[in-house]
């Protein structure tokens, strides 16, 4: 009886989770000077993460703050599609002023989402929004939905590939066959990597229980590895490391992140930097000042060069005096997560 | 509102992907891992078709085709080759990532400049103004009811009989001289078919091929079918078919509750609180009926 009283219990508690639920979605603070913003982020990963966080950074420069003027819900996918979807419909059944969306699947879910209502979808981590079908070859939004593009500064980084190694000959790179920017990443770098006199030797995996072999494939055969955004491949690179180490392969990375816990060095990107200029780009629209529908996307600027010198030192790799010039940041030490 | 016709919508999905798990699982006890890659395969060839322009509708039967050649190869790959139940399963899961790469041509295909079953064709545009908005759900709501039937209809029929058969007691198939390998065979393939089918829907309410999409329906699957079953045991004036729809809007309602009231790290755990709540709940009803026998 008691059992069952206890079940009896928790059955409501689920009745009146689901009713609150809705509620919450549909009750909305009123007044102009304020704002609710629903992040949706794909998956828990690092470089994500920095995105959204630059993004809420980028918002303040605007004046626009998490706690004073702006309510922040955010969810996040896990990697699963149908969990995407139904954060999507949340959101804009909930009527927020604007869907953040972190990673090419969620951009697509929150644009199919608010496809039909007033609410701007601004996206970020998007490597080729052309062909996501979130933005037309001309840089403009397909709807209310604008935001930046992630995609990799390939020519520069096969330039300093060349410059740091001048014997090297093939570069592996591993990827998530499941990725779209990863394999829109791949093809750019064997289309460019002739014009350096370089191979490219790919290894292709579906998950992350496979890396660990594929990482024995990828370095036999090569010079060094160069290491993309991929998601999958990312989250395991300390183990992909600490097996080029072994081998005194250098690996190139493609973010600060990655060069942080070390890789050799990087033409890159800087996600906070990247979430930041998106945060700008939403506070306009939410201002008022303009409509997503007119703002292209945008890409980072500049890519910056990343090196760390603990690795360099490890690996008996010399970086000219000229290359580090350029560095945006250098690291000393190989930072232990 | 919204937030409900959301959780109907996909609930309504998976649940036709629900009916496909509840013949392989409930029926022949037959744990098919196949759907993993068969929901993916009903999205890849519908993201493909749709994009060579052909009529949404027909899609629909397309990829029931489809999946039902994957699930018939479980099953050649089960009887004929003497390949364990879970692991025929797993190979066909396997493979057919691969096979979804080639249909759709990449990981990621977006149909949003694409006319689907949803949208900007004459079905749609001839509802009443009113309605509209329910327009997806409704669509949903139809060809659910319509696979459900038809499910219902086909096991009365005599082969729909021997497929229950062979789950409940494959000697007495046998003794009527039938081979309970073929009945098997079709029944992965029309299991599949239904799961090709939801994810030929669910491309098209989502607007988008992903190749991960498919990751985890089995257990999604699974779990609307023992929730649904489970929990409307008792009410014996309801179908099992209808049960696994109900099981399957439960967890969906399940995952939305979690999303909207917790923190996303804590999401998964919620998600399997609240399972267990709902399974608790039913097995009192059992025991509630023993203590009354």
């Known amino acids: ?337 | 509102m919204s937030f409900l016709i959301s959780i109907l919508e996909q609930g309504l999905i998976y649940g036709i992907l629900g009916l496909g798990v509840y013949i392989t699982y409930k029926i022949l006890d037959f744990p098919d891992l196949t759907v993993d890659g068969s929901f993916p395969l009903g999205a890849a060839v519908t993201a493909l078709l749709i994009t060579k322009g052909v009529n949404p509708f027909v899609t629909l039967p397309i990829a029931f085709l489809v999946g039902m050649c994957a699930g018939a190869v479980t099953g050649l790959i089960h009887v004929k080759a003497k390949v364990r139940d879970l692991l025929s399963g797993i190979i066909m899961m396997t493979a057919l990532w691969s096979v979804n790469l080639y249909i759709a041509g990449t990981s990621n295909v977006p149909l949003f400049s694409q006319n689907s079953i949803f949208k900007g064709n004459a079905l749609v545009e001839a509802l009443p103004k009113g309605i509209k908005p329910y327009a997806t759900l409704l669509i949903i709501f139809v060809i659910a009811a319509v696979s459900k039937v038809l499910l219902d209809l086909y096991l009365k029929t005599k082969s729909g009989l021997l497929l229950r058969g062979v789950g409940d007691n494959d000697v007495l198939v046998t003794s009527l001289a039938k081979d309970q390998g073929n009945v098997k065979i079709l029944g992965l393939a029309i299991s599949n078919g239904l799961v090709a089918l939801a994810g030929c829907i669910f491309a098209q309410e989502e607007r988008l091929f992903e190749i991960s999409m498919g990751t985890g329906s089995m257990v999604i699957g699974l779990a609307s079918v023992i929730i649904g079953t489970s929990l409307l045991k008792k009410l014996t004036f309801i179908k099992a078919t209808l049960a696994v729809f109900a099981g399957s809007i439960i967890y969906k309602a399940c995952v939305a509750v979690a999303l909207a009231k917790f923190d996303p790290k804590a999401k998964n755990f919620i998600t399997a609180i609240l399972f267990l709540v709902v399974l608790v709940l039913s097995m009192d009803r059992k025991a509630k009926v023993k203590k009354n026998a």
Do not use: W
Not at chain 1, 3 to 11: D, I, N, S, T
Not at chain 1, 243 to 263: L, M, R, T
């Open chain 1, 1 to 337: 009886m008691k059992k069952r009283f206890v079940a009896g219990l928790l059955g409501v508690a689920l009745v009146a989770g689901l009713a609150v639920g809705c509620q919450k979605q549909e009750t909305k603070e009123e007044g102009k000077e304020s704002y609710e913003i629903g992040i949706s982020q794909f998956a828990e990963h690092g470089s994500l993460d920095n995105c959204r966080e630059g993004f809420l950074a980028g918002l303040k420069k605007e004046g626009i703050v998490e706690g004073e003027n702006l309510t922040v819900q955010y969810k996040n996918g896990q990697a699963d599609m149908g969990v995407v979807s139904q954060i999507s419909d949340g959101f804009v059944s909930g009527k927020v002023d604007m869907v953040c969306a972190i990673a090419t699947p969620s951009a697509q879910s929150a644009y199919n989402a608010a496809m039909d209502t007033d609410i701007p979808v601004v996206y970020t981590a998007v490597t080729d929004p052309v062909a996501a079908e979130l933005s037309d070859a001309d840089g403009n939004g397909v709807g209310e939905v604008t935001g930046t593009s992630d995609q990799l500064p390939v020519k520069e980084q096969l330039e300093m590939i060349r410059e740091i190694l001048p014997k090297a000959k093939t570069i592996g790179i591993m990827y998530t066959t499941s990725e779209a920017n990863s394999v829109a990443a791949i093809e750019e770098y064997k289309e460019l990597a002739p014009e350096f006199d370089f191979e490219i030797k790919e290894v292709g995996v579906n998950n992350t229980s496979e890396v660990a072999l594929a990482t024995e494939t990828l370095l036999t055969g090569i010079d060094c590895v160069s290491n993309l955004t991929d998601n999958t491949v990312v989250a395991s690179l300390p183990g992909i490391l600490d097996k080029a180490n072994a081998k005194n392969i250098p690996v190139f990375g493609s973010e600060i992140e990655q060069v942080k816990i070390g890789c050799l060095a990087a033409q890159g990107i800087d996600y906070i930097a990247l979430g930041e200029q998106t945060g700008v780009m939403a506070a306009k629209i939410l201002k008022g000042e303009e409509k997503a529908s007119g703002i292209p996307f945008e890409t980072i600027s500049e890519p910056g060069f990343y090196v760390n010198l603990e690795v360099s030192k490890n690996l008996d790799i010399k970086i000219s005096n000229e290359l580090m010039d350029t560095a945006v940041e250098s690291f000393e030490s190989i930072e232990v997560k």
